[in-house]
């Protein structure tokens, strides 16, 4: 049962565009959400996350939307970098005493210059 | 501040062999969790530590697998004896609050 999906394997861009990357769940318990960035041969970083109770979070380039209705989060890139290619993947958090991370299966951006 | 270290980098076995994964986390980080990330697919919690405790090992193959961290820093996670399908990236990661976990590179793991 995949709790938390990234539809889209992979994203090709131009550099300076947007990028959207979109993650869906389907456990409306979740109430942190998690973007990390993985490059080859590296262990994931923490890009940015959102809390249930918000609908949007901005760090930079970097911003987040949360739709709790419809159980889906995207994370926009303004404006993409080469730099930005990598492999980006949404996260959930039931929090509690785990705080347990669920991970989608990636999407894979290609920024091309 | 250093990062989570994790050795070693790489490791290629053949199936039935034992092999061991050891993780330094993040100085002060009371939480420490073990991850598999197979190929295609998102990292996946294999067991989680809040200092020398198990927090969650519900998804461990406990048959197979074992972990530990003694005095509540480093941590070794054990497979013993391996199969094909334990081919995977481990990652070990550390948080100092839990919603944050900062990851270490990872143990590439071939099974033969």
């Known amino acids: 049962d995949q709790q938390v999906k990234q539809n889209s394997p992979s994203l090709s861009v131009q550099e300076g565009r947007i990028s959207i990357l979109n993650c869906d769940y389907t456990n409306s318990m979740f109430d942190y959400f998690l973007w990390y960035k993985k490059y080859p041969a590296e262990g994931p970083t923490f890009l940015i996350s959102i809390s249930s109770i918000k609908d949007k979070n901005e760090d930079g380039r970097f911003t987040v939307f949360l739709n709790k209705s419809a159980k889906h989060l995207s994370l926009h890139i303004v404006p993409s970098q080469p730099g930005d290619s990598a492999v980006y993947f949404c996260a959930a958090s039931l929090g509690g005493a785990t705080n347990k991370l669920i991970f989608g299966t990636g999407t894979l951006l290609a920024v091309q210059p | 501040e250093a990062g989570v270290a994790q050795s070693p980098r790489y490791k290629i076995i053949e199936k039935r062999q034992s092999v061991a994964f050891w993780c330094n986390p993040i100085?002060?980080?009371?939480?420490l969790y073990w991850y598999q990330q197979i190929l295609g697919q998102g990292p996946k919690l294999l067991i989680q530590f809040q200092n020398n405790g198990v927090v969650d090992d519900s998804q461990l193959p406990k048959d197979r697998f074992s972990a530990e961290r003694l005095k509540g820093v480093d941590s070794t996670l054990k497979i013993q004896p391996a199969k094909l399908e334990d081919s995977a990236v481990y990652l070990c990661a550390s948080s100092l609050t839990g919603n944050e976990q900062f990851f270490g590179p990872g143990t590439r793991l071939t099974v033969l």
């Open positions: 100085s002060g980080h009371a939480t």
